[in-house]
């Protein structure tokens, strides 16, 4: 289905507003991510999105035009060759630039100047992610949908295919299909540099708090040293092992991210359960938070305040790898803004979509916690992927 004309509208004035109120002497964003491309234009192409402050945007398509002119709704498409073919366009050149520093790479950025000769370059990562951050009801609707998928595999479909001696790999790819069969959009996309991810974190007892470059609280062992993702094959369940789920879904483009922990064939440690609890307890306490106004650093403050001291070594991580966040934005990707962190300072407003993850690393037994997606309503939190509180038992 086409964004509508009206969202897409809705999105680029919005962005200018941010960026006359950030840098009011701004004279031009230029557009390379894919994932930015497609949020104002509703297709997904090899181009650039040139947007200036005073004129109208244009989208520039390298390949391919034809499926950008069926898919989207952009008023003002066009074919390029290379970025001769836009700067011919050009009647004249700004000074300045803005660009997603955080993602486009040297060489790129030089093949651009040589054509578009700008002096300075500044980064708008900061401003679209806030823009992006604030859902519409379009939005919102589609990440319901992800939502309700979300849920139903992690809460009704996993706990019947866990099978004694199946290895974490399988779980995986049985989970991945799964969730396909069910409407995923079979990708998980994240913004971090390079951070590779087929579905999210899977893993059977201790591997849960294994190292990992993955920038989240969990851990996993994966196939290998070259592809530290998807799961262990070597791994294989058994009677009395956690099972740790830390995955994303998505339902065109949209994503949630989800976290549940299951008891395989025996309860788990009283201190596991204990410390599982202990997470319940705060996820509530940050959802009833989740308001237009409240401040995401102070939220972060007043959990990590609180924290009883037995708790703090191995919370949101295990030992020294640990992560400084308790939750964070998720939409177009699952790594968005706001985070609930120390420096995240601009209050909440109705409408973003925030995972909350409050997780305990427990020696002996591996990564228990939850996480869910939630809206910010003026009541608090609105869980879009459902309230089940895990430690659910399978066998």
Known sequence: MNVPESE???????????????????????????????????????????????????YWIRRSFDRAVAESLFPDIRPMQNFRDAAGDMVSFPKSCHIEK????????????????VTKVSSLDRQIAYVRAEK??????????????????LEDLVPE??????????????????????GHHGIVRFSMFENEIVLGQIAFGENSIAPTYFNGPGGSVGLSAAVPLLGSRHRRLKTGDLVFLDVGCG??????????????????????TAAHCVCLDIQERMRSLLRPGVVPSDIYRMIMADLAADHQQNFMGYGKRRVPFLG??????????????????????????????????????????????????????ESITGRNQGLIKVG
């Open 161 to 182: 295919i866990l099978t004694e001696g199946m290895t974490e790999a399988e779980l995986g790819c049985a989970l991945h299909t799964i969730l396909i069969e069910e």
């Open 102 to 117: 955080e993602i486009v790479p040297v060489a790129l950025l030089e093949r651009f100047r040589k054509y578009f000769p």
């Open 8 to 58: 897409l509208a809705s999105r680029l004035s919005r962005f200018c507003q941010r960026m006359d109120a950030s840098d009011p002497d701004w004279e031009i964003a230029v557009f390379f991510g894919k994932i930015n491309q497609y949020y104002f234009s509703g297709t997904m192409q090899d181009g650039m999105l040139i947007i200036p402050r005073d004129g109208e945007p244009v």
């Open 251 to 272: 339902y065109e483009g949209y994503h949630t991210d989800k976290t549940v922990v299951y008891q395989f064939g025996a309860p788990l440690p009283d201190e596991a």
């Open 328 to 381: 964070h934005g998720v939409g177009l990707e699952v790594d968005e803004y706001p985070v609930i962190a120390v420096g995240f300072d601009e209050p909440l407003r109705e409408g973003m979509a925030i995972a909350l993850e409050p997780k305990i690393g427990v020696s002996g037994v591996g990564m228990v916690g939850i996480e869910d997606t939630f809206l910010v309503t003026p009541y608090g939190g």
């Open 136 to 153: 519409s009801s379009y939005e919102i609707d589609l990440m319901r949908i992800s939502g309700e998928i979300h849920r139903h595999v």
